[in-house]
């Protein structure tokens, strides 16, 4: 049982320069979700699908851009990378099949940029 | 949109001793989730817990969402159990999970 599998582990940018994180989950599941973390706070939101070719923007989506092509794969992609961008980023998946249902999260990204 | 708050914001314990957490929340909620982010980073889901009580070994969670809080019990903590402790919910009909800030747990041998 893979989960949500997230990659890279850990990834150190320039500024300015543009990457994908990627993120795959393998249980069906209809939602996922970006969210970011900055050090000693909890998580906020920055994107999140519901389906196949369906996002939308969360609490804190400047600076990236999201595609839900396929049901297993929600990649977030940062265009111009800034400083403000390091964080930890997460992904997480739910069920859609029933309302209340917990979200699954992987392991994170460790994003520096310099 | 909802609020939620953590306390304490930080806590001490000596191993073997037991802690209670709180997650206050401002409106109604069809989630509610308690992580462990341990020293890695890692979250560890702990409970899905809106409504009720669950209990998982020396970890046990109520929540009363009439009165809009969720409580974490630790009992007999372990160095293990250090790490941050978050409280997330998703309000009805929303779709994304509302973190607290967690509470910063040491436990020393």
């Known amino acids: 049982n893979a989960g949500v599998t997230q990659t890279p582990k850990f990834r150190i940018l320039k500024i300015g320069q543009s990457m994908t994180l990627q993120c795959a989950q393998d249980?069906?599941?209809?939602?996922m979700y970006w969210y970011r973390q900055d050090p000693g706070m909890g998580l906020k939101l920055i994107y999140y699908?519901?389906?196949?070719?369906?996002?939308d923007k969360g609490e804190v989506p400047n600076g990236y851009n999201v595609s839900r092509s396929t049901t297993e794969d929600f990649p977030l992609r940062l265009e111009l990378a800034a400083p403000s961008q390091t964080s930890v980023y997460f992904c997480?998946?739910?069920?859609?099949?029933?309302?209340?249902?917990?979200?699954?999260f992987g392991d994170g990204t460790r994003l520096s940029i310099l | 949109g909802i609020q939620v708050e953590q306390s304490p914001p930080d806590l001490i314990l000596q191993e073997g001793a037991n802690s209670t957490l709180r997650c206050n929340f401002s409106d109604s909620v069809n989630n509610l989730q308690w992580f462990h982010q341990n020293p890695w980073g890692q979250l560890i889901n702990l409970f899905y817990?809106?409504?009720g009580t669950k209990q998982n070994g020396r970890l046990s969670a109520t929540t009363v969402a009439t009165e809009r809080y969720s409580l974490l019990y630790i009992s007999s903590s372990q160095t293990t159990d250090s790490g941050v402790y978050f409280c997330a919910v998703e309000e009805n009909a929303g779709n994304m999970l509302t973190f607290g800030g967690g509470t910063r747990l040491m436990v020393k041998p």
């Open positions: 249980m069906n599941h209809n939602y």
């Open positions: 817990i809106p409504s």
């Open positions: 997480a998946s739910r069920s859609g099949q029933y309302y209340n249902q917990p979200q699954h």
């Open positions: 699908s519901v389906g196949a070719g369906i996002t």
